[in-house]
Every structure is written in structure tokens, then in C-alpha cells.
């Protein structure tokens, strides 16, 4: 890493000074509770499409993806756009209408209308623990480019103890400057800084794409030359095993298949885009429901291309190395080889700005995260109790928010350093399946107790919703883990004669199972009498 470093520092810098400046300054606009947690409903559609954008790309995609197409050389990971497309227009003619009808800020509100109390506990306290744990494993991600630096600077490999020290470094420094501006701004500063994000993101994904072509002699002819089989579409059938249910066991095992894209990659989009404070939070601040629907429908469409940009990266920066162009030193796995080519093939002032897209992406969902899971522990359960005592004020209700906020930056802090201490010894671990795994396990008893809210009027009491709840997350987790099913005899003899466990499903099937399961369970039990009434009274009351 060499030349004009101070054009890359004052790149960062500028950076961060105009993010933070940009989020301070909406302090003014978020002294209610419906300006800081939905900016007044006033943000124009173009402004919560870009925030969508930023709040579902994070650093894991931004060096993720190109892990990919580094390790894969095809595209078989921008397979579940296909579902993302199509679970954005579920969400946005099933859930969308269905929350501005009842003029919600939590989301989980809507539940207790429908279900009761003990359901909105259950399902916001699902979803606090789950995005702070997803969102914590996320942030060490932004700092792997900062320990390839030292490296370099350094000249000898970097020990596990110094990965670790430099991780927790990132993680602190990144959270507490997105808690501030997010604390003090509320959502119209998640809006806003995310809508310089997603500029800066893309300014650098077509810098690295076009650096990388034009360091390859042939450029793109070149790269065709190096690309996998399968190019897009997988199958999954199985290469030598026949019978149906082989090939069936083969798709659910599978990671990046057409079956997962089309209706695992379905069922993830819904659950992250349908009943997920963190995303559906952005499109509730738009001025109507349509402007909201079109936000979101188009950020599906875009998701593709953005994501295929990602994966070409990764595929380039494997032709430049491979090919002997460049020299990947020994020790550097798959997720470091795209930060590595920034810092040492990058002209100064452009390897700032990459760098800079990289914390853009961090801070761009982690302040979405934030602002979230504040606007729900705040609403679901400490201004609830503040209420039943006595009168609160705006300004006391806009301070819980605020605290609220910092509380969660806190806890994500923690997490960040545990998955930062764990990806330091264990460097080989892929990304994607990690971050995306971890809403697998609960996501999906949060879509389930939803859609019966919505596809039904008489089916779900508010203790069979826990039942339920807890049911699809007893079965997801049995059925992800090879050591359960191995614990209960449920194996099956593998090729070579050793027991293996019978179906250990891949990452995109968790919320589609644990979905099916909570709706059949929950489904079971009657809603209780009054509960019809209740709803169209909600409706009645914010028409």
C-alpha cells in the first residue's frame, strides 16, 4: 500500500465529517415521536428507496458477494434476487397497506390489535434479540481491509490476537459515530446520510469494476474465459445419486440454488422486508402507501444488478490472481482477496474511496438497525409502562426513543466483539451464512404469526402464537444441526457406510420451514372473541 496516502485519509475524513454533519443537522425535525421514528411520514419514495438499498446492503455484502464470485466463479448467489422480486410485491399489496391502515411506528403493535399483548411481546422481543445479534456478526466485517493494512505496513502475517485488537477497534469506532447521529437525528437522519451512502457505494462499485478491467489484459474477453459452471441457474440435481428424493435432499441442502431462489430467497425477503422493524420502518416514512409499494418494488429490481456488480468483482479479482496478473500471497482466504487488490493495485484517492464504500455500507444498515430497535423496545415496552403511571410528555417519549437507541448500539458493541474474537481464529468461515443464517432461526415464527394475521380472521390466540412461535423455532434449529439429529438417531447411512444426519438444511430454508411450522401450529388455536372488533376499530380510528 503505497503513494499519496493523504489523499486516501482525506478522502475518509471528508467522508465521515459529511455523514455525521448530515446526521446532526436533522436533529431539529425529530422532536416527536412521529418525526424521529417516521420522519413524519414526509420522505419522498426516491429517498426510502435508496435507504432500502443501504439498510440491505452491509459490509458482509459488499465483501461477501465478491467472496462468491472469488470462490464460485459464477453467479449462482444473484439467484435470490429472483425471490427478493417477488417477495417485495407480496410485501408491498399484503403487509405495506396493512400497517398504514393502522397508523403503526412498531410494527408489533398491529399484533396485539389482532392477537394480544402477550403476541407483541413475544414477536418484538424475537426481533430485538435476533437484529442485534445478525447486526453485531455483521460490523467486524468492514474492519478485515483495515487488517490487511497492518499487515502490509507491518511486512509479516497478522497473529489472531492482533486480528481480534483491530476488529474491536472498527467495531467501537463505527457504532459509536452511527449512534450519534442516529440518536440525535432519529430516521430522517438514517434517510438522509443512507441517501449519501448508497451514492458513495456505488461511485466505488464502479470504480473497483472498472480498476480490475482494465488491469486484465483483455479485459472482459479475458474474464469470460474463467467462468463456472453453473453460470446462473443451479439445478441442484445430484451428480450421481438417483431417485427423486435424492435430488429433493440435494435442493434443501443446497445453498445457491433456483429452488432456494425462488421460494426460500421468497420467504427470507418477506420476513426482511415484510415484518422486520429494521426495513419496513423505512418504508412506513413515506407520504402514502403507493409511494411506499413503489420503493420498495423498484429497490427489488435494483438489487440485482447491484449484486451481480458485487459477485463480478469478486470474479475479476479471481482472473487477476489466478492468472498470474497479480500475486495473491499465501495465507489470504477468499474474503481478504478483494481488500487486498484494493490496497495494493488501487491508485491513492480511489482506494480511499472504496474504503470509504465499505463504511458506508456499515453504517448504513447499522444505523437502520439502531434506529429500529430502539423505535421497538421504546413503543413495545419501556414507554408502555411509562404510560400506565401516569401522563408522558413528547419530549419524555422522544428521550426514550433516544436512549433507547444508545442501549442497542451498546449491546451490538458486544456482539460485534464476540464475532469479531470468533472470525480471528476462525478466518475460513464463510460470510453470508453466518449473518443470514442467524435470522433463519426466528424469522420465520415472525412471518408466520403475520401472515395468519393477515390471511385469516379467526385463526391464532395470543398463547397458541407462543406455542406456535416457539414450535418453529424448536424445528428450524433440529433441523440445521447435524449434532441434534445425530443425539436422536435421525441419521441416514452416508456414501462411504458412516452414519450421517438425514437433512441439515441450508441457510435460505430455515425461514421458509420455521414459517410453515408456526402457521400450521398457530393455526390450531381460535382467535378469541372481540379481537374482529378491535381491529376495525384500529382502522376506524387512523383513517
Request: glycine share 10%; charged share 10%; hydrophobic share 50%.
Amino acid at each position: 500500500m503505497s503513494g499519496h496516502l493523504w489523499l486516501d485519509v482525506t478522502v475518509l475524513v471528508t467522508y465521515f465529517v459529511v455523514i455525521i454533519g448530515i446526521g446532526l443537522s436533522q436533529r431539529s425535525k425529530s422532536g416527536s415521536v412521529e418525526g424521529f421514528a417516521l420522519g413524519d411520514r414526509q420522505t419522498p419514495w426516491w429517498a426510502v428507496l435508496a435507504s432500502i438499498l443501504a439498510a440491505e446492503i452491509s459490509a458482509a455484502t459488499f465483501l461477501g458477494a465478491p467472496e462468491s464470485g472469488f470462490v464460485k466463479g459464477n453467479w449462482t448467489y444473484a439467484q435470490f434476487a429472483i425471490g427478493t422480486i417477488i417477495a417485495r410485491i407480496v410485501v408491498s399489496y399484503l403487509f405495506i397497506p396493512l400497517f398504514y391502515a393502522h397508523g403503526v411506528i412498531s410494527l408489533y403493535e398491529y399484533l396485539e390489535t389482532r392477537f394480544g399483548p402477550r403476541t407483541r411481546t413475544w414477536a418484538s422481543a424475537t426481533f430485538l434479540v435476533t437484529r442485534v445479534l445478525a447486526m453485531g456478526t455483521r460490523l467486524y466485517v468492514s474492519a478485515i481491509i483495515l487488517v490487511l493494512a497492518w499487515q502490509l505496513f507491518r511486512g509479516v502475517p497478522v497473529q489472531a490476537w492482533e486480528k481480534f485488537w483491530i476488529f474491536a477497534g472498527a467495531v467501537l469506532l463505527v457504532t459509536l459515530l452511527t449512534a450519534l447521529y442516529t440518536a440525535v437525528g432519529g430516521i430522517r437522519a438514517v434517510i438522509w446520510t443512507d441517501f449519501i451512502q448508497v451514492g458513495v457505494l456505488v461511485a466505488a462499485l464502479g470504480f473497483s469494476v472498472y480498476a480490475l478491467l482494465g488491469r486484465i489484459p483483455g479485459g472482459w474477453s479475458t474474464a469470460t474465459q474463467h467462468f463456472q459452471e453453473p453460470l446462473f441457474w443451479n439445478f441442484a440435481k445430484p451428480a450421481a445419486e438417483p431417485g427423486a428424493w435424492a435430488w429433493i435432499k440435494n435442493v434443501l441442502t443446497s445453498e445457491y440454488t433456483i429452488w432456494a431462489a425462488v421460494i426460500g430467497s421468497t420467504f427470507v425477503t418477506m420476513s426482511t422486508h415484510g415484518i422486520d422493524q429494521d426495513t419496513v420502518q423505512r418504508m412506513l416514512t413515506a407520504k402514502n402507501r403507493k409511494e411506499s409499494a413503489r420503493a420498495t418494488i423498484l429497490s427489488g429490481f435494483l438489487d440485482l444488478p447491484v449484486v451481480g456488480c458485487f459477485i463480478l468483482v469478486g470474479i475479476l479479482v479471481s482472473v487477476f490472481y489466478k492468472t498470474g496478473i497479480g500475486t495473491l500471497p499465501e495465507g489470504i482466504v477468499g474474503r481478504e482477496a478483494f481488500p487486498y487488490f484494493i490496497l495494493t493495485e488501487m491508485p491513492a484517492g480511489m482506494r480511499g474511496l472504496v474504503i470509504a464504500g465499505i463504511m458506508a455500507t456499515a453504517m448504513g444498515s447499522l444505523s437502520t438497525a439502531l434506529n429500529a430497535l430502539g423505535t421497538s423496545f421504546a413503543r413495545d415496552f419501556v414507554l408502555p409502562r411509562r404510560e400506565a403511571r401516569g401522563p408522558v410528555t413528547e419530549d419524555e417519549r422522544v428521550r426514550v426513543l433516544r436512549w433507547s437507541t444508545v442501549l442497542f448500539a451498546g449491546l451490538i458493541i458486544l456482539v460485534g466483539l464476540a464475532t469479531s474474537y470468533y472470525m480471528a481464529h476462525n478466518p475460513t468461515a464463510a460470510i453470508i451464512p453466518l449473518v443470514l443464517g442467524i435470522l433463519g432461526f426466528t424469522f420465520g415464527s415472525l412471518l408466520g404469526i403475520f401472515l395468519l394475521a393477515v390471511l385469516t380472521r379467526h385463526r391464532g390466540s395470543d398463547l397458541g402464537n407462543v406455542i406456535a412461535m416457539i414450535s418453529g423455532f424448536v424445528v428450524v434449529v433440529f433441523f440445521s444441526s447435524g449434532d441434534l439429529q445425530r443425539l436422536v438417531g435421525f441419521v441416514t447411512a452416508g456414501a462411504n457406510g458412516v452414519m450421517e444426519p438425514a437433512l441439515v438444511l441450508a441457510f435460505p430454508w430455515r425461514i421458509t420451514l420455521g414459517t410453515l411450522v408456526t402457521v400450521g401450529v398457530a393455526a390450531c388455536f381460535k382467535t378469541a372473541a372481540g379481537r374482529d372488533q378491535a381491529v376495525q376499530d384500529s382502522v376506524a380510528t387512523h383513517a
